[in-house]
T-cell receptor
């Protein structure tokens, strides 16, 4: 049973380009969470999705960021018109349910560098 | 005030030492509590859940004090491989499995 798969592992974008980060949850997991870790900072929640639905996007910046989790395929975190401040590690986690005591498994992350 | 606060460290300790990390949380609606471990440039991994009754897993002991909104992690007989950043994590009522992380405490175990 493969773990949470994120790709690409490293992504370099020039300012103004778009970044697409993909996350395939563990088999049988329908709940996906995206977190961002800025350099020298803790992980911050961005968005929580269940298949085809955004459940909680309270941590998403109001502009340029969007997320989806289609019925088929991976979850996508999309950042339009990237800026230097978007450089960070983006982690995806999945869980089989929304129960609070259910372990969430993390992917290895995508390190985005904006040049 | 941050929702989850930790001393950033670093804590530099010799092998075999006992080290304790503390964490406070501000939201009394917090429901579940965890310690995660994050190695440099890697993803966080669950170390252990934390219960009011306290729980132990080998060399690791976690305690929760709901009245003081305080969580602790004790590591006994430190190993070089324990060097990592330890993250205090809480979830809130109605938040599902959404995790709120502290900024982490860095531990360096030295020979």
């Amino acid at each position: 049973n493969a773990g949470v798969m994120q790709n690409p592992r490293h992504l370099v974008r020039r300012r103004g380009q778009e970044a697409r980060l993909r996350c395939s949850p563990m088999k049988g997991h329908s709940h996906v969470y995206w977190y961002r870790q800025l350099p020298e900072e803790g992980l911050k929640f961005m968005v929580y999705l269940q298949k085809e639905n955004i459940i909680d996007e309270s941590g998403m910046p109001k502009e340029r960021f969007s997320a989806e989790f289609p019925k088929e395929g991976p979850s996508i975190l999309r950042i339009q018109q990237v800026v230097r401040g978007d450089s960070a590690a983006y982690f995806c986690a999945s869980s089989p349910s929304r129960a609070m005591n259910t372990e969430a498994f993390f992917g290895q992350g995508t390190r985005l560098t904006v040049v | 005030r941050k929702e989850v606060e930790q001393d950033p460290g670093p804590f530099n300790v010799p092998e075999g030492a006992t080290v304790a990390f503390n964490c406070t949380y501000s939201n009394s609606a917090s429901q579940s509590f965890f310690w995660y471990r994050q190695d440099c440039r890697k993803e966080p991994k669950l170390l252990m859940s934390v219960y009011s009754s306290g729980n132990e897993d080998g060399r690791f002991t976690a305690q929760l004090n709901r009245a003081s909104q305080y969580i602790s992690l004790l590591i006994r007989d430190s190993k070089l491989s324990d060097s990592a950043t330890y993250l205090c994590v809480v979830t809130y009522t109605g938040g599902g499995n959404k995790l709120t992380f502290g900024t982490g405490t860095q531990l360096k175990v030295e020979l």
